[in-house]
T-cell receptor, first 112, second 116 residues
Framework: GQNIDQPTEMTATEGAIVQINCTYQTSGFNGLFWYQQHAGEAPTFLSYNVLDGLEEKGRFSSFLSRSKGYSYLLLKELQMKDSASYLCAVSPPYSSASKIIFGSGTRLSIRP | GAVVSQHPSWVICKSGTSVKIECRSL??????MFWYRQFPKQSLMLMATSNEGSKATYEQGVEKDKFLINHASLTLSTLTVTSAHPEDSSFYIC????????????FGPGTRLTVT
């Protein structure tokens, strides 16, 4: 099965940088996703990593190390609207339907 | 592009009744749709994977006779919660993936179900 761990809550300051870590344990791997979810809304896609390294998209970057079963989401120049839950999700191996399994999510609060 | 809609956005029903939730891909053909349930302050739990024209694959612990899934066309999947109970009250979210959409899943806006 899949075991995905990420911190439950984090707090950061507007304008600062925050890194949200995610570790996973799986016997195989088809890629790792990060989603953002505001309260009461559906998740929105942020990033997808299948190879090791850093993927940068504007203020958001995502890093993956497959050998360590580790990923992080880096948010720069934090804005108040970045207050949300950030969900790490893994695509299980041999999954022809490309289903993804979500971690418990990290609730990020941004203070002025 | 890649918009997914859900209907209704919220519903209140009485215990013992059934509720149907629709998930539609508006501008692409969704060969696969996924149904999730999310309780307050918890993450999304995958309930089932739905492929067009075939039976849904349910995750362990999800009762297939209680949560009926039908994926009759490439743009529509439905989830029917049968004989609903208050513990079924939750946020139900669908996502869709098309053959040309790559790895990404596109999520619907969710349906808030309250069973009284």
């Amino acid at each position: 099965g899949q075991n995905i761990d990420q911190p439950t809550e984090m707090t950061a300051t507007e304008g600062a940088i925050v890194q949200i870590n995610c570790t996973y344990q799986t016997s195989g791997f088809n890629g790792l996703f990060w989603y953002q979810q505001h309260a009461g809304e559906a998740p929105t896609f942020l990033s997808y990593n299948v190879l090791d390294g850093l993927e940068e998209k504007g203020r958001f970057s995502s890093f993956l190390s497959r050998s360590k079963g580790y990923s992080y989401l880096l948010l720069k120049e934090l804005q108040m609207k970045d207050s949300a839950s950030y969900l790490c999700a893994v695509s299980p191996p041999y999954s022809s339907a490309s289903k993804i399994i979500f971690g418990s999510g990290t609730r990020l609060s941004i203070r002025p | 592009g890649a918009v997914v809609s859900q209907h209704p956005s919220w519903v209140i029903c009485k215990s013992g009744t059934s509720v149907k939730i629709e998930c539609r891909s508006l501008d692409f053909q969704a060969t696969t749709m996924f149904w999730y349930r999310q309780f307050p302050k918890q993450s999304l739990m995958l309930m089932a994977t739905s492929n067009e024209g075939s039976k849904a694959t349910y995750e362990q612990g999800v009762e297939k006779d209680k949560f009926l899934i039908n994926h009759a066309s490439l743009t529509l999947s439905t989830l029917t919660v049968t004989s609903a109970h208050p513990e079924d009250s939750s946020f139900y979210i669908c996502s869709a993936r098309g053959t040309s959409e790559g790895y990404e899943q596109y999520f619907g806006p969710g349906t808030r179900l309250t069973v009284t």
